[in-house]
């Protein structure tokens, strides 16, 4: 059974960066496609960027495109967010899941399972 730990996270000063991975055990990462979403208080989860197994098609929601890269380590059964000139507006709980249809989308968060606990990412001065 696929389990998704995330870790990464942490608080950051505006305009920081943080990495976040996406780690797998239990079973290989290489043939699935992987969505990142984040969920802030009182707000809907929303993806944030997703890529498919070769890491060949990535895509990202409006508001982080430009500053966020999401990347693949099939050796190492991990998939990363790194994240750049962050704002407080990106706070939020941070989660990776694996997409059932192997469709990069990020419109439809009920179309993933195997959802990891989430890592907090707090943008503040």
């Known amino acids: 059974q696929l389990q998704l730990v995330e870790s990464g996270g942490g608080l950051v000063q505006p305009g920081g960066s943080l990495r976040l991975s996406c780690a797998a055990s239990?079973?290989?990462?290489?043939?699935?496609?992987i969505g990142w979403f984040r969920q802030a208080p009182g707000k809907e989860r929303e993806g944030v960027s997703c890529?498919?197994?070769?890491?060949?098609?990535?895509a990202y929601a409006s508001s982080v495109k430009g500053r966020f890269t999401i990347s693949r380590d099939n050796a190492k059964n991990t998939v990363y967010l790194e994240m750049h000139s962050l704002k407080p507006e990106d706070t939020a709980v941070y989660y990776c899941a694996r997409q059932m249809f192997g469709v990069c989308i990020m419109s439809r968060p009920e179309s993933y399972t195997n959802w990891g606990q989430g890592t907090q990412v707090t943008v503040s001065s």
């Open positions: 890529i498919n197994s070769s890491g060949g098609s990535t």
């Open positions: 239990g079973s290989t990462l290489y043939s699935e496609t």
